[in-house]
Structure formats: C-alpha cells, structure tokens
C-alpha cells in the first residue's frame, strides 16, 4: 500500500474526493483521470493544479482552499 494522497507511477484511481495530504498545506483529487492539486502558498492564498496526459493547468491565485477547489473541479470536468 502506498502512502496517503499517493500512488503508483501510471495507477491513479478516475475518481477520488478532495483529501488532505501528509503535507498539510496540500490537498489532492483524482476526477476524470486527472489529477487535482490544491496547495496553499506562503505568501497567502491559494492556486490549483490540474494535471493529466496532455493536460496541465494552474489557476490565478484565490481567496480559499474552497474557491481553488471549485475552479478545478469545474475545469477538470472539461477537460477530459
């Protein structure tokens, strides 16, 4: 078994909802075969990730880990 919020090279699960990773600044999501990072930064806020085969996209810095969230899910949904 893995550590918590990680997997095998080329075994990420197409869905899995937002949880928090050993680093607590991170929370991670897999939907649609993508992969959702959501890390607060230290100079404040918040910015996603999204990463996938011929995918990546960062969002502008937000206000909350909820906000950042919500930008990612919603493109995640697009993008596959």
Sequence with gaps: MSPRGRHAPGQQPAGQPWTRTSD???????????????????????????????????????????????WADDRARGAS
């Design 24 to 70: 607590r600044s991170v929370w991670r999501a897999y939907k649609n075969g993508l992969m959702l990072t959501v890390t607060h930064l230290v100079t404040g806020g918040w910015q996603a990730v999204i990463e996938g085969p011929g995918v990546t996209r960062r969002s502008p810095l937000l206000g909350s880990r909820g906000a950042a969230q919500a």
